[in-house]
């Protein structure tokens, strides 16, 4: 089945710095990336997604590159504000018939 | 509602009691997914439903876990008898479609098992 592997485990940076974060896959089928955000507490949020069929796609302060010869993808978020402190997720999707496989997580303290 | 509902929010359980965790996803969602996440972890898979068919439940860790949807929309996890590592946080998601499209999440249910 679809492995995914996330680096850094946990990322500080100072306010208005870049951020990024990446993921490896393991499964060439998968053709779904999408990047969820987590507040402590709180439920996780879509916040960009990517399919294979594109090698990068942006909005606003956050893009996201995919090499699919490579099987890796990457978020990278440009000018960090101190909200956008929490742990980021990527996933996997082999399939539309296949659930997502999350990364462990990556922890971002933007600091002011 | 407008989102995925999860109830209840917080729920403790002395080992060896049985548990039952609900999750109410968006109307219309063909595709409904627990998850089960442990502290500071990514949330790990657990089983997948379209409409009413459990189609995977490859991720439930033992059968003392059990799912269903008998409708096609509210579901139900119930753990039996439930042990100390079961303690996590139940994540359950929905998605318009079969997959590759957006999963709304609940705020989860977090288990404490005593």
């Keep these: ?112 | 509602g407008a989102g995925v509902s999860q109830s209840p929010r917080y729920k403790v359980a002395k080992r060896g009691q049985d548990v039952a965790l609900r999750c109410d996803p968006i109307s219309g969602h063909v595709s409904l997914f627990w998850y089960q996440q442990a502290l500071g972890q990514g949330p790990e898979f657990l089983t997948y439903f379209q409409n009413e068919a459990q189609l995977d439940k490859s991720g439930l860790p033992s059968d003392r876990f059990f799912a269903e949807r008998p409708e096609g929309s509210v579901s139900t996890l119930k753990i039996q008898r439930t042990q100390q590592e079961d303690s996590a946080v139940y994540l359950c998601a929905s998605s318009v479609d079969r997959g590759n499209t957006e999963a709304f999440f609940g705020q989860g249910t977090r288990l404490t098992v005593v």
């Excluded at chain 1, 998968?30 to 969820?36: E, H, Q, R």
């Excluded at chain 1, 942006?58 to 956008?84: C, G, M, Y």
Aim: aromatic share 8%; charged share 20%; hydrophobic share 30%.
């Design chain 1, 1 to 112: 089945g679809e492995n995914v592997e996330q680096h850094p485990s946990t990322l500080s940076v100072q306010e208005g710095d870049s951020a990024v974060i990446k993921c490896t896959y393991s499964d060439s089928a998968s053709n779904y990336f999408p990047w969820y955000k987590q507040e402590l507490g709180k439920r996780p949020q879509l916040i960009i997604d990517i399919r294979s069929n594109v090698g990068e796609k942006k909005d606003q302060r956050i893009a996201v590159t995919l090499n699919k010869t490579a099987k890796h993808f990457s978020l990278h978020i440009t000018e960090t504000q101190p909200e956008d402190s929490a742990v980021y997720f990527c996933a996997a999707s082999p399939s539309g018939n296949t659930p997502l496989v999350f990364g462990k997580g990556t922890r971002l303290s933007v600091i002011a």
